[in-house]
């Protein structure tokens, strides 16, 4: 990245050249070769429940970026979000498999994503919000992918070889997302009036869903402590300085991260009233067809 500005990477070249294009149509198999048996040393329990949790995250951000579709701005943004969407429900459907075949329960990814209601579901109430104009998805986005990279970055020494990875090929997706979106708030923040003020808005109203992200529960605590996971509160300080970085180039202001954010929202199952609609949509012909298939 020059002059480690993450809003600036794109613009350069890559070894492999393919920095500019997101992995969602990618045909590379990232479990060729790994072992899936859960290894001894980790809990399947914990590993279920992780995994469920950054699964649901994926899934339900890449619904909300799928409504894009025929409403984005322009048609290259167009594009760019539905790869996005494409690269975070790859992502989910590795990681609900994994959680199924951890827990033993016999449930596949369908299962797991189109058969359980909101209160089930374990995704951090920021991904769900209904998704406002272009400026507050796009802040939405900023958080996410930032927050979800300096994640996976981490879990590639998960404990798990499934998890490390899904991790492995979600670094390269989401150092695409995150720059994306990096670019999209700099050129916003710092263009004409209004789409500063539209720029700061997103980022305002985000802002009070953004502390859930640090929150460290039982699970977290248990799946970093067993070498599974990453306790989130570890990627505070990063994540913080990444959109810190991101914001003065915008000339934006950035609210501070909550110094010591309390455990709840959905990883607990308590959501917004937003996510009950997206499921009715996103699962209604699985559950008017159960078992069918195409």
Wanted: aromatic share 6%; with cysteine.
């Amino acid at each position: 990245m020059t002059d480690d500005h993450v809003y600036l990477s794109l613009a350069e070249g890559s070894e492999d050249g393919d920095a500019r294009w997101a992995f969602g149509t990618g045909f590379e198999d990232p479990l060729h070769g790994v072992d899936t048996v859960v290894p001894e040393v980790v809990d399947g329990r914990i590993l279920a429940a992780y995994c469920l949790a950054l699964g649901d995250d994926a899934l339900v951000s890449a619904q909300r970026l799928a409504e894009w579709c025929t409403r984005a701005p322009e048609l290259e943004e167009e594009v760019a979000l539905a790869n996005i969407g494409l690269d975070l429900l790859g992502q989910a459907r590795l990681l609900l498999s994994r959680a199924g075949q951890a827990e033993g329960s016999g449930r596949d990814e369908d299962a797991l994503a189109y058969f359980r209601d909101a209160d089930a579901l374990r995704n951090v109430r920021l991904a769900e919000l209904p998704n406002g104009d272009f400026a507050f998805s796009i802040a939405r986005l900023l958080v996410l992918a930032t927050w979800r990279l300096a994640l996976f970055e981490r879990l590639t020494g998960s404990t798990d070889p499934v998890l490390a990875a899904v991790a492995a090929k979600g670094v390269k997706e989401l150092t695409y997302h995150r720059d994306y979106a990096a670019q999209w708030t700099v050129r916003l923040g710092d263009g004409t009036c209004e789409s500063h003020l539209r720029m700061q808005r997103g980022i305002e109203e985000i802002w009070p869903y953004v502390g859930e992200l640090f929150a460290t529960g039982p699970v977290e605590r248990e799946a970093a402590a067993g070498g599974i996971g990453v306790d989130p509160a570890a990627v505070r300080e990063e994540v913080g300085a990444t959109l810190l970085q991101v914001a003065d180039a915008a000339t934006l202001a950035l609210p501070a991260l909550p110094a010591d954010p309390h455990p709840g929202g959905g990883r607990w199952g308590e959501h917004t009233d937003a996510l009950g609609p997206l499921l009715a949509e996103m699962q209604s012909v699985a559950r008017a067809h159960p078992e069918a298939t195409w």
